[in-house]
Nanobody, 122 residues
Framework: QVQLTESGGGSVQAGGSLRLSCAASQRPYSRTVMAWFRQAPGKEREFVALVRWHGGSAFYADSVKGRFTISRDNPTNLLYLQMTNLRPEDTAVYYC???????????????WGQGTQVTVAS
């Protein structure tokens, strides 16, 4: 059973920055994509960004493109999300996930963390 643990959430003012981390207890051979999703109060969980574990190619939701950067550190099984120029609408619980398909549909991801809260004040 893979365990994913997010950290780095918190409260910031609009325009501020945060870096989220996700630590994986292991990486099963079939898991080749890591992603971030988020869920705002009263809304469905939505895709934020994903990265291919080998090669590092990334894909972003339009709402965060140019402001967020996803990256990974392969030797330590760490995933990051650098968030800059944060907006109140970025307020959500952020989840990391492991998957084996390069796509933004959350159904493609088998392992999930518990989430970390990000709150952006206006």
């Amino acid at each position: 059973q893979v365990q994913l643990t997010e950290s780095g959430g918190g409260s910031v003012q609009a325009g501020g920055s945060l870096r989220l981390s996700c630590a994986a207890s292991q990486r099963p051979y079939s898991r080749t994509v890591m992603a971030w999703f988020r869920q705002a109060p009263g809304k469905e969980r939505e895709f934020v960004a994903l990265v291919r574990w080998h090669g590092g190619s990334a894909f972003y939701a339009d709402s965060v493109k140019g402001r967020f950067t996803i990256s990974r550190d392969n030797p330590t099984n760490l995933l990051y999300l650098q968030m800059t120029n944060l907006r109140p609408e970025d307020t959500a619980v952020y989840y990391c996930a492991w998957g084996s398909q390069y796509e933004s549909n959350q159904r493609a991801y088998e392992d999930w963390g518990q989430g970390t809260q990000v709150t952006v004040a206006s």
